[in-house]
Structures are given as structure tokens and as C-alpha cells.
């Protein structure tokens, strides 16, 4: 097993390159060990060693950290995310849950980039639910009562609304939601991996192979070593299932994305010169696309079950393809060969869409499975699972055990073939939304 990504991450290669990078090259004990370095990870190690400033902690990751998903995502850290309607008032509970654990993740990743004075892009624009087919209209009523119901600020808004705030005349209908944040999700992570206490030893490029608890340690087999642990953390998200976490409760999804570069002056201004925007789709194959900050465009338009460890550039390249065709159908005005660069990330999902957040055995902890939602809430579940670990008890924590657990899933291949044959469905009825 061999995690390594493609280079092509725009939000990744706008940082500065990274110095005094460590591999595990020999056998080690620990306290405590931590595996993966994303949001969740990161936020875990973080506040591991605030509580234990004396015990020696250990984050590895397989890759540079914060270089997974993490670092090349879509940059919504939402307060809301679409379900058309309810027919009972206990799917509503369960929908105000999820958004209780979503407003909980923008407040821990608000602190955080408080304390740390943190430059992430933030921009509480709040974002776009949009579609071009005014049959869908039905979806964003529905949606838009059970905003209602919960007391979230929205509202419909129509083509011409939507022409003039996006710069694109694609959309038909739409649902503006006051809440939710853009940001810049690789200046987000590499914050937190400046911010890790002193007592953190973090090793990348160091990839866990195996593991295995004997008594009352952990021992973790890597490449060029084996650390020994009384306690770890699984922060792998999509990589939960290939260590065997949940292995019946979580699969991996890979996603790509593609940006342009920086749009000319003349560019930005036949498109109306908007703000920065972020619209989500109404239907969950279509296209989140994004005007950034300095006029780039992002979009993400595909999701599929595919071998999570790599994506060969060919494939990238077929995939850029189809981002290009999602750009320009919004922007026909725009030349082709716009995209800077393409890249994959992998995110876990789970039949219900409910997160994993447990003691998996004594000294063994997970969190993760997000659903593409893991910006806020995975930094939340990493400082929680910490606390949870260390047997003390929060609000948060209660709020987050409260949520339905990840429900069953069938082992393979019969998992694939489901997830394949699902994604082609939802694939065919947003066509005309990538
Ligand atoms: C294209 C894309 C768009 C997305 N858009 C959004 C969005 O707009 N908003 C949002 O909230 N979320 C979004 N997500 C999801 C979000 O990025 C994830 O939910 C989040 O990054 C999860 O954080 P994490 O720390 O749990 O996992 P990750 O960031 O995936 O980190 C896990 C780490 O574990 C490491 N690892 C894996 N296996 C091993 C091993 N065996 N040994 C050691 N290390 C290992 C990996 O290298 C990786 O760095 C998107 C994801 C993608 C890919």
C-alpha cells in the first residue's frame, strides 16, 4: 500500500514549499500515536499535547501532512447542506443534528484561526444551492421550508438574481443560505500544521502498513520502523477502511477538481466582475464551482469509485476535460485551455451519511468519515476524539454521540457494484448540471 498523491493542487502549490520534513526511520515509544495529518489529525495532535504537555505524541502520515484532502478540497466550510424535505418530524431532529455538529465545526475552526491569527481567505459570503432546470425548483422549496423550520436565513432567488451575483446566466433557480464560509483550504491546514505543540514529533512520508494490539500497546508497523503506542488515533478518513477501521461502515470516494488560472482584467470584467461566490448543486452529481478570492474558478464535477491510492495523469487529464466543459458552459466567453491544474482527493462516505466518532477498543480511537463535509467538522471530531480519549466529557462530544451512527454496509464486491451503479443513476439525472 503506497498513498501518494498526484502534484497538481492549486491551493497546495500557492503555498511556500515546505522545509524540515522527518520519516520515522527507526523503532520508537510513544503515548500517544496519532495516524494522518488532515484537519482531523492535525486537530487532534493539537490538542493532545495542550492537555498533555509531558507525554510524547507521534502524528504520522503517509504523505506531507495536510497534503490529502485536507489541502485540496473546495474550501465550504458549511452551516447547511441540501435535503429536499422531510416527511417526519424525526428526520427533521436528524437533519437539526447534523446542522448542530456543522455550526459546532465553523465555531472550533473560527477559534481556531482566531487564536492563531490565522490568513485563510475567510469570507462569510455564505453560498448558492443552484440549478439550471426550473423542475428543481420543487427540491429548494422544499428545502427552503425546512430552513425555515430551523431557523436558517435564506432565500430563492431566480435567473436574473443569479446572472448578476455569479456572472453566469447557467442557473435557473437557486437557494442563497446566509451561513457558510469560503476560505483557502490549504492555507487553513498549513496553520495547523504550524500550530503543533512542541511536544508533537510529526513524521511524513511515513506510511502505516499494519498494526496490530497486544495487551496494552499498539504496535505500528511502518517502512523504517515500528512505534509502539499505549494509545492511537485513526484520523485516515478515506483510508480508514484500507487499515481496517469500520471496514463495514465507511468506503472511500475519490473526487477531482480543476482551476483556472487568474482570470485577465478583461476576462473578470465580461463576466460582470462578481465577488467571490461558492454554489453548491442541487442534484449531487452536478458541479460545485467556485470564483475564488483572486478571480480563479474551481470546480468539482466528478465523484466515483476509483483505486483511492493514485490517480495516474492520464486520468486527471480526461477528468480536466470535463471541468473544462462544466467552465464552459457557464462562461462560454471564456478561451479554452483555461485550466491551471487537476487534481484528486479522497473522502469517506457512509450509508446514511453519519460521521464515525468512537472508542474502538481500550486505546484505540477513530474519527472521520465525513461526506465530502470534513472542513469543520473534521477539525471538531479531532479536537473532541483528544478530549473523549483522555476520558473527559464535553458538550460537544454529547452533541456528537447523539447523532445516528454510520449504519451497514455490504462487504465487497458488492459494495462497488451498489456505489457504481448509485453514482451512474445520480450521474444521469444531473447531467445537464456538470
Ligand atoms: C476535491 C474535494 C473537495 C472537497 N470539498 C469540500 C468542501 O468544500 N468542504 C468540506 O467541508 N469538505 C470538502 N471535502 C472533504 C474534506 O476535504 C475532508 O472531509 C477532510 O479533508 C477530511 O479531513 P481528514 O483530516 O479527516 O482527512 P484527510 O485530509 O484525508 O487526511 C487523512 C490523512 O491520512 C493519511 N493517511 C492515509 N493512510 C495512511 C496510512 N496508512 N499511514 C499514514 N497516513 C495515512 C493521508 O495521507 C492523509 O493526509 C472535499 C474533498 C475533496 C477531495
Not at 460582470?272 to 461558492?278: D, L, N, Q, R, T
Not at 466515483?304 to 490517480?311: A, D, I, Q, S
Not at 485550466?339 to 484528486?344: C, E, F, V
Request: aromatic share 10%; with cysteine; proline share 3%.
Amino acid at each position: 500500500m503506497q498513498v501518494q498523491n498526484d502534484s497538481g493542487c492549486s491551493w497546495i502549490n500557492d503555498l511556500n514549499p515546505r522545509t524540515n520534513i522527518n520519516s520515522l526511520l527507526s523503532n520508537e515509544e510513544c503515548d500517544w500515536l496519532i495516524i494522518g495529518a488532515g484537519y482531523t489529525g492535525l486537530s487532534a495532535a493539537r490538542k493532545l499535547g495542550q492537555i498533555n504537555s509531558n507525554l510524547k505524541i507521534i502524528l504520522a502520515d503517509a504523505q506531507l501532512a495536510g497534503e490529502g484532502a485536507s489541502g485540496r478540497n473546495s474550501g465550504y466550510l458549511v452551516d447547511t447542506t441540501l435535503n429536499d424535505g422531510f416527511t417526519s418530524n424525526k428526520e427533521l431532529q436528524n437533519y437539526k443534528k447534523k446542522a448542530d455538529i456543522y455550526s459546532l465545526g465553523i465555531d472550533v475552526v473560527k477559534k481556531f484561526i482566531k487564536e492563531h491569527q490565522v490568513d485563510c481567505d475567510w469570507n462569510e459570503s455564505g453560498k448558492y444551492f443552484a440549478s439550471s432546470k426550473v423542475e428543481d425548483k420543487k427540491i429548494l422549496e422544499n428545502f427552503s421550508n425546512t430552513l425555515s423550520k430551523l431557523g436558517f436565513e435564506h432565500s430563492l432567488l431566480g435567473n436574473k438574481e443569479l446572472s448578476e451575483k455569479l456572472g453566469t446566466s447557467f442557473y435557473n433557480i437557486g437557494l442563497y443560505t446566509k451561513g457558510g464560509i469560503l476560505l483557502h483550504p490549504g492555507k487553513l491546514v498549513r496553520a495547523m500544521i504550524e500550530a503543533l505543540p512542541s511536544n508533537v514529533i510529526l513524521y511524513e512520508n511515513s506510511c502505516l502498513l499494519n498494526w496490530s494490539k497486544n495487551k496494552n500497546f499498539i504496535f505500528c508497523n511502518f517502512k523504517n520502523g515500528i512505534i509502539k503506542s499505549k494509545n492511537i488515533i485513526f484520523a485516515t478518513n478515506g483510508f480508514l477502511k484500507s487499515l481496517g477501521i469500520k471496514s463495514n461502515y465507511n468506503f472511500p470516494i475519490t473526487l477531482t477538481a480543476s482551476m483556472t488560472r487568474r482570470l485577465s482584467e478583461e476576462e473578470f470584467k465580461s463576466i460582470g466582475k462578481p465577488k467571490e461566490w461558492g454554489v453548491l448543486p442541487v442534484k449531487p452529481m452536478g458541479a460545485t464551482i467556485r470564483m475564488t478570492k483572486d478571480r480563479r474558478i474551481l470546480i468539482r464535477n466528478t465523484a466515483e469509485v476509483y483505486n483511492p491510492y493514485k490517480m495516474s495523469q492520464s486520468e486527471l487529464y480526461k477528468r480536466s476535460l470535463k471541468q473544462e466543459t462544466g467552465i464552459k458552459k457557464r462562461f462560454p466567453q471564456l478561451e479554452d485551455n483555461i485550466i491551471q491544474s487537476t487534481w484528486s482527493g479522497i473522502v469517506s462516505r457512509s450509508r446514511n451519511s453519519s460521521q464515525i466518532f468512537e472508542k474502538l477498543d481500550e486505546n484505540v480511537f477513530a474519527a472521520g468519515c465525513y461526506n465530502g463535509s470534513g472542513i469543520g467538522v473534521g477539525t471538531l471530531f479531532g479536537e473532541q476524539i483528544a478530549i473523549k480519549a483522555t476520558n473527559e466529557s464535553t458538550k460537544e462530544i454529547e452533541i456528537i454521540e447523539s447523532r445516528n451512527k454510520p449504519t451497514w454496509l455490504p462487504p465487497d464486491p458488492f459494495l462497488s457494484l451498489f456505489v457504481k451503479l448509485r453514482l451512474s443513476f445520480e450521474r444521469y439525472k444531473a447531467q445537464t448540471e456538470i
